[in-house]
């Protein structure tokens, strides 16, 4: 063989080579690396992200603007205070043949706001992909935002005139 064949030999194989760890890198990524980037798209309103990271069907299905995934997403009196700030904790991630599910809980300003089943797969090109995103407000939540607008409604109505207010009744403790 020739030094210039040899030359060209040795190119072309460092290329090949590089070309195999390329695609065995993409194929190696994992489930959380892809659940991370979804959650952290989410918490910093990134729609673009959030969508890219989705496989093609949950992306079409899903259809909405920026502005209603700001929505959908941005926590409730959303402040610049770090302490009030929409955090993330991923709770569970199982992982099988090509799908992994994941539990994440979303809080806001430390009480818990939405529990979230996240479910990711395999795609052809060797990305996993978020193909269902399942939210549920959380119980705590809920009666937090009750009291809160019950306590609002009150005050809100008790200066009108004619308007009288009933105590909200004070739970009983049982005695045996």
């Known amino acids: 063989m020739t030094p210039k064949l040899w030359n060209v030999a040795l190119i072309?194989?460092?290329?090949l080579l590089i070309f195999a760890?390329?695609?065995q890198w993409r194929t190696n990524q994992k489930p959380k690396e892809t659940l991370i980037a979804f959650l952290d798209a989410v918490v910093d309103c990134d729609s673009e992200t959030?969508?890219?990271l989705m496989t093609p069907e949950l992306r079409e299905r899903a259809q909405f603007s920026v502005?209603?995934?700001?929505?959908a997403w941005a926590a409730p009196d959303a402040a610049e205070d770090a302490a009030m700030a929409l955090e993330y904790e991923i709770?569970?991630?199982?992982?099988?043949r090509g799908h992994a599910t994941a539990k994440a809980q979303f809080r806001h300003a430390e009480t818990p706001f939405v529990d979230s089943t996240i479910e990711l797969q395999l795609s052809s090109t060797g990305?996993?992909?978020v193909a269902r995103v399942d939210n549920r407000l959380n119980a705590a939540w809920r009666m937090l935002e009750n009291q809160r607008l019950s306590a609002e409604l009150r005050q809100s109505v008790q200066e009108l005139p004619g308007v009288n207010i009933a105590q909200e009744p004070v739970p009983q403790q049982r005695t045996q």
């Open 12 to 15: 072309g194989g460092g290329l």
């Open 21 to 23: 760890g390329i695609q």
């Open 50 to 52: 959030a969508l890219e």
């Open 67 to 71: 502005d209603d995934f700001d929505a």
């Open 91 to 96: 709770t569970a991630l199982d992982v099988r």
């Open 127 to 129: 990305l996993w992909r």
